[in-house]
């Protein structure tokens, strides 16, 4: 059955929210993967809370690394599929897997020789819980050919107008990692406790059945997939453009996180505890981003395909119909996470000290969740167009300036100023992204040749 949506005709609203709400449920899904494992961390203790915490920064950061691979193939295979060029699609595509797969052993193997190194740079002071993160870290890095994987396979889907595919394949890892982690945390049945580590093996066991499933029906893909070959050698220009695209977002995504790991050590001044509600908040927060990031997704296809067809003027609609509909879900997280911090935090953190302070971070990223949603879905929609390199720019220069930031609001207000150090960058972000991109289309829509 043919589950690709055609972007290129028909009318907007039904084609990008049919691609996108699986791309969304995709995001929630992956969301529920961290909030299962930190429920069930947290029965633990907000000590391993923290290890987990400090591990899943370097998880982080190797996204940042795939980038490279998953948004150029995506966008050149999007490009050339609007143009009807499909063996270039699947020159790009298959190019991207290949340095997908490279990109994956090299973090692996450089993550297990620094683990130790790695995990010291984040400021932890318990010796356990350090030990805990360098197991976590091993395991999760160690295996990280599986999510490197799934990232580009599902970007490919995308490109190609399926994102139904990738939605069922993390149901399916979400229900193997819901009866995994219990299990392997906790120990039940004839299974030791393993706590940290439990949490990484049912972590990687869950990314690699996702892998197969996304392996395994790509046979169904009409579009993309039947123009694809990983063993073939792909010539050099497709993965020099490749690079040149996704670079610049590769590059962003490393940067933003390095400069998270070092606001984690500010953070760490305040004590373990600190460094967990962190952990716990942005897991909890991330459902407002990972979904927005998810719609960002579907309008970089979106785009990315009616740009190489020169339908400009579908390429506003699209962008201004997804405008609208991130504005409302950031309002309606913000009211979520203000008004409802305490239930929210309660059923992660069980230590009612450290419950407060979650609650003061989800009060104060709350106001931030509106401009950070517009922020990710335009970020898609320049991208799509090719325009990594002014995305980059943009959000390196302002995520940078939370360091700043929080020195100057740590100073005034404590802990809560690392937080408003947060919000801040992004409300500004959100508004400039906005208005450049406003300025992009105005420009698009006055070249010769503009269709709707």
């Known amino acids: 059955m043919n589950q690709n949506i055609d ?45 987990v915490g400090a591990a899943g920064m370097y998880m982080w950061l190797s996204s940042g690394l795939v980038t490279i691979a998953r948004m150029g193939g995506q966008i050149k ?40 190194e790695l995990i010291g740079f984040l400021g932890l002071s318990s010796p ?3 030990a805990d993160a360098v197991r976590y870290l091993r395991i999760t890095c160690g295996l990280i050919i599986f999510s490197f994987m799934n990232q580009t396979l599902t970007g490919l889907y995308t490109a190609a107008g399926n994102s139904r595919t990738p939605f069922l394949a993390n149901c399916i890892g979400m229900g193997a990692n819901m009866v995994l982690d ?10 030791p ?52 695209i996704g670079l610049p977002s590769g590059f962003q995504s490393m940067v933003y996180c390095s400069i998270s790991m070092i606001l984690t050590r500010f953070v760490a ?11 716990v908040g942005s897991q909890i927060e991330s459902i407002s981003w990972t ?14 395909q009616n740009f190489g067809g020169k339908q400009y003027k579908r390429v506003k609609n699209g962008y201004m119909t997804a405008a609208a509909i991130v504005f409302i879900w ?39 969740q509106m401009f950070m949603c517009i922020e990710l879905m335009t970020v898609g929609a320049l991208s799509g167009q090719g325009k990594t390199l002014q995305c980059s720019v943009i959000t390196i220069v302002l995520t940078t300036a939370r360091i700043p930031f929080a020195m100057v609001f740590g100073k005034m207000l404590g802990l809560n100023g690392i937080w408003w150090a947060f919000t801040v960058s992004s409300m500004l972000k959100g508004v400039l992204f906005f208005v450049y991109y406003l300025g992009v289309l105005r420009r698009l829509l006055r070249e010769p040749g503009a269709a709707g």
């Open 128 to 130: 356990a819980i350090i």
């Open 269 to 279: 001044v305040w004590g373990d505890a600190a460094v967990a509600v962190l952990r």
């Open 7 to 51: 972007l290129l005709h028909g009318k907007i609203l039904p084609s990008l929210t049919a691609l996108a709400l699986p791309i969304m449920a995709t995001s929630l899904v992956q969301t529920a993967y961290n909030l299962t494992d930190m429920a069930w961390i947290g029965q633990v203790g907000s000590d391993a809370v923290a290890a």
């Open 193 to 244: 406790r393993l706590e940290a580590v439990g949490a990484a093996i049912a972590t990687v066991s869950a990314q690699g059945m996702v892998m197969l499933v996304l392996l395994y029906f790509r046979k169904n893909d009409p579009v993309l997939f039947p123009f694809v070959r990983l063993i073939r050698r792909v010539p050099a220009r497709f993965l020099a453009t490749i690079v040149k």
């Open 77 to 116: 295979a999007a490009h050339a599929i609007g143009e009807g060029n499909k063996e270039a699609a699947g020159f790009y595509a298959g190019g991207a897997l290949q340095l997908t797969l490279f990109l994956a052993v090299l973090f692996a193997l450089m993550v297990n020789l620094f683990a130790w």
């Open 291 to 304: 979904t927005a990031e998810g719609f960002g997704t579907a309008i970089n296809a979106f785009v990315g």
């Open 182 to 191: 219990p299990v392997l945390i906790l120990g039940l049945g004839p299974f």
């Open 330 to 368: 950031g309002c309606l997280t913000t009211a979520v996470l203000v008004f409802g911090r305490r239930p929210v935090m309660s059923v992660f953190i069980h230590e009612p000290e450290v419950v407060l302070l979650g609650m003061e971070y989800l009060r104060v990223l709350g106001y931030s």
